[in-house]
Structure formats: C-alpha cells, structure tokens
C-alpha cells in the first residue's frame, strides 16, 4: 500500500499517526517528514525545489508550533514565485519575502 503525505496535513496529523500524546516540535516534524521521505510507501509529488529551503528556515523551531506552519509554507511560496504576499496579519514581517500588509478599515 502506498501512502500519500502532504506537507500541508498539518502537525496534528503527524502526531496522531505517531501515537504521540504531545505536540512534535518543529524540528520532530522535519526529522518525521525526512523519514516519511525515504520510506517507499509513500510518493511525494514535486514542487519546486527552492521552497523546501525556505520552509525549512522560516520553520525549524526546536518547539511546537503548529501556527508557523501555514505562515511559513505562504511565505516560502510568495518568495520562490517572486510575489508580494498581501495580507492583514502584521506577522508576516518577520518572513523575507516581499509583504504588502493591509490595514482593515
């Protein structure tokens, strides 16, 4: 059987699967998903390689952090493709990627 991982599940999926009663840090996350990488039973399919970079560095913290995830996947995405990420959320200042952040009227 092959099975299909998606870096988007989420930490919550990860720590099910690992029968694990605490959140994994970040850093549990990417050794977890390094491991799931050289596993043949699952197929990962191609993005493009500068983002992995990026994710990783935007990522790697050495505690839980389930809210960075999706932060930092959008940012690693917005600055291999070269776009302004526009947003509300001022937290996207900290990412090096080129940011418009909105005001809310």
């Known amino acids: 059987m092959k099975w299909l991982y998606t870096r ?16 994994l840090t970040n850093r549990q996350a990417w050794r977890t998903f390094e491991a799931l990488q050289a596993d043949a039973r699952v197929r990962f399919f ?3 390689p500068a ?25 690693a995405y917005a600055a291999v493709n070269g776009a302004t990420l ?4 001022e937290g996207f200042a900290k990412y090096d990627v080129k940011t418009l952040i909105l005001e809310p009227t």
Not at 8 to 15: C, D, K, N, S
């Open 8 to 23: 988007y599940q989420g930490t919550p999926a990860l720590h099910f699967t690992l029968n694990q009663h605490t959140p």
């Open 46 to 48: 191609p993005e493009w």
């Open 86 to 89: 526009i947003t509300f959320d």
């Open 51 to 75: 983002l992995d970079s990026l994710l990783r560095r935007h990522s790697d913290l050495n505690q839980p952090a389930t809210n960075i995830w999706g932060d930092a996947y959008l940012a």
